[in-house]
């Protein structure tokens, strides 16, 4: 990958290489013979300091002085005859104001973003471009409306990771020669009108009303097929039915202690009656 000097010597459009002259090495001489004479107060007119996130770029009778930038620290300025231009090397966040936009499913929506950007080339930011902050703003809106006018509704909501990642890089490429580098693109909110919302809210209801019908057919089917299971264990075993009676009774009672009507088996009441019959034949027979 190439250097940032290398990269701005490259995106450089304004640099003229050329020399001044004859007319213009006299005008630099008059110069510095006017600092001379004023000297001590032009020094404190003709020194700048430049700080650590910024960086001069300075004009030297409407030239471009060299095609890297100055400083930071002590740059010196002549009167009369260089202009010097402070460009803030700093991260800038671009807020990006909601954009109405048609998506591709026909679909009206307002989406607003944020863009993060810095400058790494101070001669080119200034020599290519008049307004560099105001082109990438306006370059930004229009790229967020062209990129999202491309998709439907549903590829906004869930793919927004996949939509920035696009926009960052056809607005890196876009900027390349004004000296810029976008570090980072995020979208903020996605607003839908009040109907359509209305309108999702009612099919993700219904989707999920059908979801759990439909849980519940299964459930009850497993239960089912549990039942008959069980019921074909307890048709081998009469005895296991019986138990199964007692250990419910048993459960009850110890929850809450009251009157308890419970059902026993008529095979029961036939062996006691059976009993009971014999004895009253008995009886009979004697008398």
């Known amino acids: 990958m190439d250097s940032p000097e290398k ?7 304004g640099t003229n290489k050329s020399q001044l002259g004859v007319c213009g090495w006299i005008l630099v001489f008059l110069s510095f013979l006017l600092m001379l004479v004023t000297f001590p107060i032009s020094i404190w007119m003709c020194l700048k300091i430049i700080k650590e996130y910024e960086r001069a770029v300075v004009f030297r009778l ?109 607005l890196d490429d876009a900027t390349e020669l004004w000296g810029i580098r976008v570090a980072r693109v995020e979208i903020k909110d996605v607003r839908i009108p009040v109907q359509l919302q209305r309108s999702m ?9 059908a979801r759990a019908k439909v849980l519940a057919a299964e459930g009850e089917m497993n239960a089912s097929k549990s039942l008959k299971s069980a019921s074909m264990v307890l048709a081998e075993s009469p005895v296991a039915l019986q138990l199964r009676y007692l250990q419910t009774l048993t459960t009850v009672a110890t929850e809450k202690n009251s009157t308890i009507v419970f059902p026993l088996p008529m095979n029961i009441l036939e062996g006691i009656g059976g009993i009971s019959y014999g004895n009253n034949k008995k009886v009979t027979a004697k008398a």
């Open 62 to 170: 409407g030239r471009i002085q060299a095609d890297k930038a100055k400083g930071p620290g002590l740059i010196l300025v002549l009167p009369c005859i260089d202009v010097f231009v402070k460009v803030d090397l700093r991260t800038v966040t671009c807020n990006i104001p909601p954009q109405e936009i048609l998506t591709r499913d026909s679909v009206t929506t307002q989406v607003d973003g944020v863009v993060y950007y810095r400058i790494y080339s101070a001669v080119s930011a200034v020599a290519n471009v008049n307004d560099v902050h105001q082109a990438t703003f306006l370059l930004a809106q229009t790229t967020l409306r062209n990129v999202l006018g491309t998709q439907t509704l549903s590829q906004i909501l869930s793919g927004r990771e996949e939509i920035a990642h696009s926009i960052q890089t056809l």
């Open 7 to 13: 990269l701005e010597k490259n995106n450089l459009v």
């Open 201 to 209: 809210a009612a099919e993700a209801e219904a989707t999920r009303e």
